[in-house]
Structure formats: C-alpha cells, structure tokens
C-alpha cells in the first residue's frame, strides 16, 4: 500500500493563478480531509468528504473547493491563489469518520508559496 | 466549539528522562483525545488516544493521562529517546453525528528535543 499520496510536493504561484493539488489514497478509506498547516498553529481543517460524492466544510473552506467523484481521490483547489493561501497542505485519510476514533494516516504535505 | 490548547511551544528533555507534555481543552463529550507526533517535512502520525470515559491509556513507553475536572491531558514519554525528538500535537476528535462528523481539532504543537 502506497497509504496517503500527495502532488506536488511544492509549488509556487502567482497571486490569481488557480491550481489543483492532488490527494489518493489505496486503502479504501471513506473518510477523507484537507488541512492547512501554519507557523505557531495546529493543522486546521479545510474541506471533508465523507464518501463518493459527499463533501463539506471545515474551519477555513473559503478560497477553496473540493470534490469527492471517486472513493481514492480528493483533489484541493485553490481558484484564484492569494498570499494568504502560502501554507503547508496536509491530505488525510481514515476508515470512518465514526462514533469510535478511527486512526488519520496523513499525507507527506505540499509546501505552496503564493507570490 | 472545542478548543484544544498546547502552551509549551518547545520542551527540551535529556535522553533516559521522562518528557511531560500538555495540553488543555474548553469542552468535553463523549469523545477521543489523541497525541499526534510530526517529523519535518512528513505527515503527522497517530501516538496515542484517550476515550472521555477513560483516565489513563498506556502503550510502552508512552502513556496519556486525562484529568476530566481540570480540562486537561497530558503525555508521558518515559524515558525519552532522540529519536522522539518531534513536534508533538494534542488533537480532539468528534465522534457524533451531525457537522462534526469525523472532525479532528488540533493544538498549536509542542516541539520535543531530548538531547543525547
């Protein structure tokens, strides 16, 4: 099993360009997230999806979008990127949301940088 | 909405000693608290967890305490290795229903260095 996949693993923007960064995972996890990760702070979440077709919001979703059309992808974009975007981006995947915790098995992350 | 704090930002420990880490959070059902550890430029990986009914959970070396009437959690490592050197982060996971689902709230992180 390969686990959590992420691409790229860095990327630099300019402000206004858009771009997707792409999250698989192999294990037949329903449960996956988006997490942005900044300086003197937690992970925190941006987007979920709970399965194929079923996405919803976290703590910071706007400025971008997500999709969930098939049980090993969930790709993040980012429409219109602005320096606030620059961030280190973490994918994550479990069984289950579940009543009873199910262990996250995360990405290695995507370092981007918005000019 | 759930808070969970980690206000050390950085603890250093000498190797062969025990590493005390903190964490507090605002609120609690029933639900998990968990330990996270983090090595540069990779994912964090699952520790260890606590269900809200529990006190104490251990495994080898590592063992999570939770003192339900202070609000707090706390992580041993005994004893410490270099190799735990890490940023450590305290998370909450919602296990209800509803727009929670599944939703993991992490601490800020504390960076562990046990020296040689």
């Known amino acids: 099993n390969a686990g959590v996949t992420q691409t790229p693993k860095f990327q630099v923007l300019k402000t206004g360009q858009s771009m997707t960064l792409q999250c698989a995972q192999d294990?037949?996890?329903?449960?996956m997230s988006w997490y942005r990760q900044d300086p003197g702070m937690g992970l925190r979440l941006i987007h979920y999806?709970?399965?194929?077709?079923?996405?919803d919001q976290g703590e910071v979703p706007n400025g971008y979008n997500v999709s969930r059309s098939t049980t090993e992808d969930f790709p993040l974009r980012l429409l219109s990127a602005a320096p606030s975007q620059t961030s280190v981006y973490f994918c994550?995947?479990?069984?289950?949301?579940?009543?009873?915790?199910?262990?996250?098995?995360f990405g290695p992350g995507t370092r981007l940088t918005v000019l | 909405d759930q808070q969970v704090k980690q206000n050390s930002p950085s603890l250093s420990v000498q190797e062969g000693r025990i590493s005390i880490l903190n964490c507090d959070y605002t609120?609690?059902?029933?639900?998990?608290f968990l330990w996270y550890k983090k090595y540069p430029a990779e994912g964090p990986t699952f520790l260890i967890s606590?269900?809200?009914?529990?006190d104490k959970n251990e495994d080898g070396r590592f063992t999570v305490f939770l003192n339900k009437s202070a609000k707090h959690l706390s992580l041993h490592i005994v004893p410490s290795q270099p190799g735990d050197s890490a940023v450590y982060f305290c998370?909450?996971?919602?296990?209800?229903?509803?727009?929670?689902?599944?939703?993991?709230?992490f601490g800020q992180g504390t960076i562990l260095t046990v020296h040689p």
């Open positions: 994550a995947s479990s069984l289950t949301g579940g009543l009873a915790y199910n262990e996250q098995f």
């Open positions: 294990m037949n996890h329903e449960y």
């Open positions: 999806s709970v399965g194929a077709g079923i996405t």
């Open positions: 609120n609690s059902m029933f639900d998990y």
């Open positions: 606590i269900s809200s009914i529990k």
């Open positions: 998370l909450h996971h919602r296990g209800a229903g509803g727009t929670s689902y599944g939703k993991l709230t």
